[in-house]
């Protein structure tokens, strides 16, 4: 039947890649699996549906979920990220392995947002079975390294603590409900709620100081010897320590220049428990990395055991690259003597170059011009 | 593009002239800036600041992308616009409130007597449907929200709808229209908003600036 009006368009969000992208796209991708895989992570796969129970089991709670009903009435749900299915992944078919876990993955998540794309790719890792600083400094490396293959050359990691902020707001005494308050307001990063939240909490004028002044503790290690002085519990010491010994972890593999230690970055208070972090590049208004410990999501599934990892928004980061030219051939072989063409193209293709068969014969300027054209260096002529 | 480049969206319209005029008490210097001009883009290269003049209910959406490093926005649009940026400052100008309105007539003379659950299945004519939903939502009240662009107030004359969500200072729009406030949804001033990931990578210059204001704003208190 002919096609009109919706059967010509593709949903809204979406997008079809056309070759020269998704070369570009394929080239990255493999880039960053080869770097994975080369640290020991093995790519793993799991379904783009699952049920709606494994990503979201707080029904009530607004997501921004591509949900539907299978035939038996379940709801189902498109991934919006792979670390919660790799999670129960983990927690229900790898429980036996040898721990620590490497795995990566590179794949298409979903997100019903209001934002230009709610379908596009992410590459990452999740290191599973470590609560090791050096475990965190690991996949921040695999982040900057993967960001210097790409050949990203402006960016920086900032990084932070989710637990340095939650030590600090328990240690104030405060009752519970004032600290979800607190942190709600930190995560929608709403200063202006935040200061009334605090002297409506009756917090004194020096502990509201110490909350509102969370993004300025922004910098190098000094930043730590600042928030030291705050700390009064054994729990926000740790926190501070913890932070410490992945910074110093960052040195040994190489990579501190890249990173600065900040506070100000003030994400997902109900997934991360510890070091956070998130990748920028100039121009780009939204994260081109995101990561952090999530120690409290596997014992969700059943199997308590920390982990840590990050994702890389592929479309995110392909805006900010410029794409070199792709050629679909290297070589075009043209002539009268189909047999002898397909055995020279075989040839060729043996030592590994691609080549396309001119499927009628053409003379030796119309094949100069048709590869040119498409970009073929070479033409061979039976 | 310099990496430490500050672009400024400025609201035009009535927020326009306090924005400037704070901004300039800030110590930048972008006193030039007028609306009658018709220019958009402002460049004050020696201050490495850049001021664009947008739609207000724009404004949100430039700093969300990061086409803005910050901008200066009212509250009533931030949270009706729902995007994802930080909240920085309240420049406590541009007051304004959101209100729930009906007409005179169709209101007991003592307001007191008047349930708001009597709106159940009315109709409110808003420029703002998401307070609107969110305001009536939360009562657990159920009313058919008609989003219009603009003169709210003529849609219960003509019996488009029976109520009205929209924001007032003054309230004589609403005097004029014989129409009268029965709730009030919220309080609303100017903010300073950034986008999340400039306020990160811009750090320095955006926490300098939010200081500034905040020690101007709060000093005029006094």
Redesign the interface.
Known sequence: MKRNTLGLQVPVGTADILPQDQAFMRQLERGFLDLFVKWAYEEVSTPALEYLAVINPQIEKGDSLYKFFDREGNILALRPELTTPIARMVATRLKGSALPLRLCYAAEVFRYG?SARREFRQAGVELVGSSSPAADAEVITLAVDALRGAQVN?F?I?LGQIEIIRGLISDMGLKPETGLVIEDCLA??????LELALIEAGLTQSQSEVIMSL??F?GGEEVLDRVEKLAESPRTLAAINNLREVYAALDLFGVRREVGI?L??LRGFDYYTGVVF?G?A??????LIEGGRYDGLLGNFGFDCPATGFAVNMERLVSILTPPSYSAAQVLVTGRDMQAMIERARALRAQGLSVEIALEPIDAAAAKQYADSKGIARVETL | MSRNLLTIALPKGKLLEDSVSLLVRAGINCGEIDEDSRKLVFEFPEEEVRCIICRPTDIPTYVEFGAADIGFVGKDTIIEQNKDVAELVDLKFGYCRFVVAAPEEDLPADLSRFELYSLNHKRVATKFPRVAETFFGARGMQVGVIKLHGNIELAPRVGLAEMIVDIVSTGKTLRENRLKEVAQILEATTRMVANRVSYRMKYRRIQELQDRLKELVNGEEK
């Open positions: 209001t402006d920086q900032n929608r990063k709403d200063f202006v709620a993004p300025s922004h900040d100000g970055v998130e920028y100039p121009g780009l208004g939204f994260p």
